[in-house]
């Protein structure tokens, strides 16, 4: 266990499905998996209270759906059910490092996860249990990265972690297609609305500068990234409502 003294008490961290995918080019890299559930065991030793958001575009994009000529809310529906599969999968992998977790989807499906309740979530947490929240918002025409900054707000969490695919923060545009991209270290909600940067949605930031919920943007390779971001060290790219001293 880290003896370093860590910044936060309890987080949210938002992992996109493409998160899950490691160097594979679809679905779910069980090394990538067993490497994100050894760096949560670690944190929820320290105490930290940790709850997940997952994503699904590893197997479904809604957008990419309804341009192809799905219905949009039909489309948003399915990749609601890719992010349970991804949390299912994470459970199992965080369970089998030992580490007591609980799922709880926006959309209703008793057999295999719990209704989101906010106060039963909150107290998973005082006992130190991961919850993962699947399903999104439960509603269509909302991303996951909303649904993350709309449960980070409700469960009182001191930050929402953004973990990208390959992306190590913030960017004026895609480092993965132009060299020349220039990252930025800090930036308030505010200039993040301005830039309208694609790394998260326009609700998803206007919700947490709303809340003044500060955001980390970093890169979720590596074998112990999550840890450090954790544990306070500048890594990526830190959003808050005030500006940078």
């Not at 390959?166 to 545009?173: K, Q």
């Amino acid at each position: 266990m880290s003896t370093r003294k860590t910044k936060f008490k309890r987080v949210l961290l938002k992992l996109s499905g493409e998160a899950l995918m490691g160097n594979s080019s679809f679905g779910i890299d069980p090394h990538m998996l067993d490497v994100i559930a050894k760096q949560i065991k670690k944190v929820n030793a320290q105490g930290i209270e940790v709850a997940i958001v997952v994503g699904g575009g590893n197997f479904w994009r809604g957008s990419t759906a309804e341009a192809a000529g799905m219905e949009r809310a039909t489309a948003d529906y399915a990749g609601m059910l890719a992010t349970i599969i991804n949390a299912l999968a994470l459970q199992d992998a965080l369970e089998n490092n030992g580490v007591v977790s609980r799922t709880q989807s926006a959309i209703t499906i008793q057999a295999i996860a719990e209704p989101h309740i906010r106060r039963k979530a909150i107290r998973h947490l005082e006992k130190k249990r991961v919850v993962i929240f699947a399903g999104g918002t439960g509603n269509p025409y909302m991303t996951t990265d909303t649904a993350a900054a709309l449960r980070a707000i409700e469960i009182n969490a001191d930050v929402l972690l953004v973990a990208k695919n390959r992306v190590d923060g913030i960017y004026d545009c895609d480092p993965r297609k132009n060299q020349h991209a220039r990252k930025y270290r800090h930036l308030t909600h505010r200039e993040a609305l301005g830039l309208q940067l694609e790394v998260m949605d326009i609700t998803a930031f206007s919700l947490c500068q709303q809340n003044k919920l500060p955001i980390i943007v970093f890169d979720s390779q590596g074998e112990d990234s999550i840890i450090r971001v954790i544990e306070g060290e500048d890594i990526g790219t830190t959003v808050t409502s005030e500006e940078k001293e």
